[in-house]
């Protein structure tokens, strides 16, 4: 279909594509398919120049990334390791979804390495030293994690401390009372065959299961593209056209059935990866799709235009970090899952910052503005998927860790500088 008319996905769009709110006094953008190739191509040229980068770009860098790295190292693309990658990318990108929320209302939690290992410490302390129950255990691990976000949101929100303050002082803190739980030597090993070991080593073997989790994907997504293109056309909004909505589909089936083939070639489907799709799905859904969602975002295009809407600020402030909270736990039981141990040793690694820099470098790689109001969960799956491969990639090399933390430095330093860039070019054209 060519030209204008009502068959345009526009309107005030949230970040992923969907409809949702936009910062006040931001103009609706309306993106749709277009009769040529050439016409489609200057609508996506247009997007990228006002600030909507969108995936494209991230899925071309880890293109050539996985291409560059196959060429040095055949085994790079095998199932066995594109296996273990999926696996090696959940706990970070649960660390990271916590950040997004984060960063979507302008903040930032420097905690959340150091809540994942103290997550990590009480599970073990209470399972093993104590007895407590494996489930009981993780039950009091994530409240944990949920209790120290509640803590820094009271005194960002209430009190007034600056975020970067309170979870710098947070990430002290915590990295402290993990060590003190765990004892300056003591590494406490968990049980291999447990729950929580689990959570890593699980895969379901069966090859239906893999191919059933891309056929609800795929069909997921295409019935809630049509019944958003429905309650569009019924209000009289823009819509996208039902040719757009199948190809998008079509690209989405082949890139999910071909995951499922690649990790039934290995021991099929993790069931860490099934967890963190879920997440995906479910934090997606609450940011877009609730009103709870809606505040998020209005909350990161304005803090008193927002104030102004009759939106609880504080209290919205206060749930984000809660949030990043709870998720910074649980993905320290992933990572704790993956080693079987808890450990003063990791507890530090995590503490000095590296779980907290890739899943700041995870959220923002993958689409999330530092600047707020823009990004989503999703970001984060193509965020960690570049950050864990460059890992991989050099593991396979043999290349030394100095080498990958300066790389990892400079990807993630691409992204923000790109960040900048668009939302200054989008400026100049009148767009906040």
């Not at 944990?144 to 710098?168: K, N, R, Y």
């Not at 999330?368 to 999703?378: A, C, K």
Request: proline share 4%.
């Amino acid at each position: 279909m060519t030209g204008g008319g009502p068959h345009r996905d526009g309107g005030p769009a949230a970040p992923g594509g969907d409809a949702g709110p936009v910062a006040p006094g931001r103009a609706p953008r309306t993106r749709g398919w277009s009769g040529t190739l050439r016409e489609h191509a200057l609508e996506l040229r247009g997007s990228v120049r006002d600030g909507e980068r969108g995936p494209l770009l991230v899925v071309a860098g880890l293109i050539v990334i996985w291409s560059v790295f196959q060429a040095l190292d055949d085994k790079f693309l095998s199932p066995r390791n594109l296996s273990n990658l999926s696996v090696d990318i959940v706990g970070t990108g649960l660390v990271a979804v916590g950040i997004v929320f984060v960063l979507l209302i302008r903040e930032i939690d420097l905690s959340v390495g150091s809540v994942s290992g103290l997550a990590g410490a009480v599970f073990a302390v209470l399972n093993v030293n104590h007895g407590v129950p494996e489930w009981l255990a993780v039950i009091v691990a994530i409240a944990a994690g949920m209790a120290v976000g509640a803590f820094h949101g009271f005194f960002f929100a209430w009190l007034g401390v600056p975020a970067f303050v309170v979870t710098l002082a947070g990430l002290l803190i915590w990295n402290g009372l993990t060590l003190y739980l765990l004892g300056a030597s003591g590494t406490i090993n968990i049980d291999e065959e447990g729950l929580v070991a689990s959570l890593t080593s699980r895969h379901f073997s069966d090859a239906i299961a893999a191919y059933a989790v891309a056929a609800l994907g795929t069909a997921g997504y295409c019935l809630a593209a049509h019944h958003k293109r429905a309650r569009h056309r019924a209000a009289g909004m823009p819509y996208r056209p039902p040719v757009e909505i199948w190809v998008r589909t079509g690209v989405l089936a082949v890139l999910a059935f071909t995951a499922a083939y690649t990790l039934n070639r290995f021991q099929g489907l993790p069931l860490a990866l099934l967890i963190f799709l879920v997440v995906l799905v479910v934090s997606d859904y609450v940011l877009r799709r609730t009103r709870h969602g809606r505040r998020v975002y209005a909350l990161g295009g304005g803090v008193e235009a927002a104030r102004r809407a009759g939106i609880a600020v504080e209290r919205v402030r206060v749930a984000m970090f809660m949030v990043s909270g709870t998720l910074a736990a649980v993905g320290g039981l992933f990572v704790a899952s993956g080693l079987t141990s808890a450990s003063p040793t990791t507890a530090r690694a995590a503490g000095s910052g590296m779980l907290l820099i890739n899943a700041i470098a995870a959220a923002v790689i993958g689409g999330t503005s530092l600047f707020g109001g823009r990004g989503s969960p999703w970001s984060v799956l193509l965020g960690v998927l570049v950050i864990q491969s460059i890992a991989s990639g050099m593991g396979l090399l043999g290349v030394e860790d100095a080498v990958q933390f300066m790389i990892t430095g400079g990807v993630l330093l691409t992204a923000v500088a790109a960040d900048a860039l668009s939302r200054r070019a989008a400026a100049r054209r009148g767009r906040p």
